[in-house]
């Protein structure tokens, strides 16, 4: 099974702040990587699919970046919205797989 | 409005059964692929099995596999997880999810439903 490696596993940031989350596969897995955000006791939401497209209705904060093993998870201008746990998902073969989490709390 | 309903979900002693059942509305559920995502409390989030729009094709964690079975009803617009034989560490929030044409991704979730396994 393909590993992912999200890191940093939290962190903690600002309203306003630019924040950066990473996720490294064990192999080569092209762009078929996508990236949730969740919310304390609800269902994960799809933000991001194919390493960069962002899913409809998603803020353009959001973005995502990265292809190969290498892939990153970017909010430009943190909102009180976004502090939330975030997972990233390889469908490059399966089993399907995803990152342990970022946590994003508020500092 | 898409929405899925997940039930079923309950308290299972080790080596019991439990199927859990998904109900589709808001969208040609035929039309995608679907899955069941599981999270264990306090962790992180585990893809279980998917199946084909018309259900010839079906995968599985290695995990589950000779131990769960997914199946699908179009007509009925409805998912299914039969699990037996179950496991303490299969504790978890049991997801449908609706996983798109190709079943890559994971577009939209219900609510979850908690099976837990324990004497």
């Known amino acids: 099974a393909i590993r992912i490696t999200q890191s940093p596993s939290s962190l903690s940031a600002s309203t306003g702040d630019r924040v950066t989350i990473t996720c490294r596969a064990s192999?080569?897995?092209?762009?078929?990587l996508a990236w949730y955000q969740q919310k304390p006791g609800k269902a994960p939401k799809l933000l991001i699919y194919?390493?960069?497209t962002l899913q409809s209705g998603v803020p353009s904060r959001f973005s995502g970046s990265g292809s190969g093993t290498d892939f990153t998870l970017t909010i430009s201008c943190l909102q009180s919205e976004d502090f939330a746990t975030y997972y990233c998902?390889?469908?490059?073969?399966?089993?399907?797989?995803f990152g342990q989490g970022t946590k994003v709390e508020i500092k | 409005e898409v929405q899925l309903v997940e039930s079923g979900g309950g308290l299972v002693q080790p080596g019991g059964s439990l199927r859990l059942s998904c109900a589709a509305s808001?969208?040609?559920?035929?039309?995608?692929?679907m899955s069941w995502v599981r999270q264990a409390p306090g962790k992180g989030l585990e893809w279980v099995a998917n199946i084909k729009q018309d259900g010839s094709e079906k995968y599985y964690v290695d995990s589950v596999k000779g131990r769960f079975t997914i199946s699908r009803d179009n007509a009925k617009n409805s998912l299914y997880l039969q699990m037996n034989s179950l496991r303490a560490e299969d504790t978890a929030v049991y997801y449908c999810v609706c996983s798109g044409y190709y079943g890559y991704y994971f577009d939209y979730w219900g609510q979850g439903t908690l099976v837990t396994v324990s004497s």
């Open positions: 192999q080569g897995i092209s762009s078929y």
């Open positions: 998902q390889q469908y490059y073969s399966y089993p399907w797989t």
């Open positions: 808001g969208f040609t559920f035929s039309s995608y692929w």
């Open positions: 194919a390493a960069s």
